[in-house]
Nanobody
Framework: QVQLVESGGGLVQPGGSLRLSCAAS????????MGWYHQAPGKQRELVAS???????TYADSVKGRFTISRDNAKNTVYLQLNNLKPGDTSVYYC???????????????WGQGTQVTVSS
């Protein structure tokens, strides 16, 4: 079984910062892409940022210059540094990863349980 466990969410004032972490555990042979999505109430889940094992990154336009994604491949962990947070960033943030559980498996997409980020004064 593969699990993605997020941490680091919380309440922060506008202009503040948070750092989200997501650790993958369980049966893991390899991980290709890890990333973060967010989903505000009544809206679809959307990509925030992602990073491949090789370091290629993708960011949503709304977070470019404010959020930074990074990975520790040895720890199967992905991070999201959120700076200059705005009320519009308030959302549940979900970790997502493409993982091969073993050498005979294809990549399968997994989700974490989500962590709440609230930006409010």
């Amino acid at each position: 079984q593969v699990q993605l466990v997020e941490s680091g969410g919380g309440l922060v004032q506008p202009g503040g910062s948070l750092r989200l972490s997501c650790a993958a555990s369980g049966s893991i042979f390899s991980i290709y892409r890890m990333g973060w999505y967010h989903q505000a109430p009544g809206k679809q889940r959307e990509l925030v940022a992602s990073m491949t094992t090789g370091g290629a990154t993708t960011y949503a336009d709304s977070v470019k210059g404010r959020f930074t994604i990074s990975r520790d491949n040895a720890k199967n962990t992905v991070y999201l540094q959120l700076n200059n947070l705005k009320p519009g960033d308030t959302s549940v943030y979900y970790c997502n990863a493409d993982i091969r559980p073993d050498s005979s498996s294809r990549y399968t997409n997994y989700w974490g349980q989500g962590t709440q980020v609230t930006v409010s004064s």
